[in-house]
């Protein structure tokens, strides 16, 4: 971030992120970091000594995604330069600003991520050995719910190890009680977060695409405009991402 990149974003962009839509499905995220408020807490360096460095470095990130049968060129194995040069290739018609800010990306800070997810899971036999995070429920980033649910289910795991620990349940079945649970909200995360990024989906795909394109970005205009739509939404939102 420096006062140059800063200029290219609008005041609203830094209180939150910014996805954009684009044709063919592409799409891309945009956000800041300001370390401003945690630099004038005298409490932060005792509580996180280890991100005290990381207070010097507030910054800009932004990501594009898209189907890989759309893309150009096949971005993995690509190098920063390269890859900033795709990035330029697939935001040719957008704001110059956007595409400003891709070209002043120092290119060694940018990576291509293949886009993977996991198959639901049926319940296993438990034991004193068991999963929890991407290591059971790896989903897309389609709802910016992976961590949320490794967070979840970090908490749900402790509740139950302290029953054990209380006499409450035996070990193992505790362990069930969380598997059980952990399997029945994750599904649901790791499905809805597919829908969101599908390479299938028809959003991907010439003239179907632009019309499905043309209704969602309708859709988000009405429910933007109407406050108990705009709620539903962001109930839904929270559902996936853990809302407890
Ligand atoms: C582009 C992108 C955007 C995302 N956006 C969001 C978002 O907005 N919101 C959200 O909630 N989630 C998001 N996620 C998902 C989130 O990053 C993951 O769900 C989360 O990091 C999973 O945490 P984890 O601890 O289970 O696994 P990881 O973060 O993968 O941690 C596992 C750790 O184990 C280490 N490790 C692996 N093997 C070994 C070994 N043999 N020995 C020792 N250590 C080992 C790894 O190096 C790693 O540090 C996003 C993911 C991607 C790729």
């Known amino acids: 971030m420096s006062a140059e990149t800063k200029a290219l974003l609008s005041d609203k962009m830094f209180k939150g992120m910014s996805l954009i839509m684009a ?3 592409f799409g891309a995220i945009i956000h800041s970091l300001e370390f401003a408020d ?3 807490d005298p409490g932060f360096a005792a509580r996180w000594p280890d991100f005290v460095e990381a207070l010097d470095e507030d910054s800009i990130g932004w990501g594009i995604w898209g189907a890989r049968q759309n893309c150009p060129r096949d971005p993995s194995g690509l190098n920063g330069e390269q890859l900033r040069e795709l990035g330029l290739e697939l935001a040719r018609d ?3 600003h956007l595409r400003a800010l891709i070209l002043m990306t120092e290119p060694s800070t940018i990576y291509d991520v293949k886009v993977r997810t996991s198959v639901p899971l049926t319940p296993w036999t438990s034991s004193n050995v068991t999963l929890l995070g991407d290591a059971v429920h790896t989903m897309t980033p389609g709802r910016g719910a992976g961590a949320n649910t490794a967070l979840r289910d970090a908490a749900l795991l402790g509740r139950m190890l302290v029953e054990a620990n209380q006499g409450r349940k035996p070990l193992v079945e505790a362990i ?8 029945r909200y994750s599904t649901e995360a790791v499905q809805e977060s597919k829908k969101q990024m599908d390479a299938n989906d028809l959003a ?4 179907v695409g632009t019309v499905q394109l043309a209704f969602m970005r309708s859709m988000m205009r009405i429910v933007n405009a109407i406050p108990a739509l705009k709620r539903r939404a962001f109930r839904q939102m929270m559902r996936v991402r ?3």
């Open 38 to 40: 945690s630099r004038r």
């Open 94 to 96: 957008w704001h110059p």
């Open 242 to 244: 853990g809302e407890n």
């Open 23 to 25: 044709p063919m499905g």
């Open 176 to 183: 069930h009680a969380y598997e059980i649970e952990m399997l």
């Open 204 to 207: 991907h795909r010439p003239i």
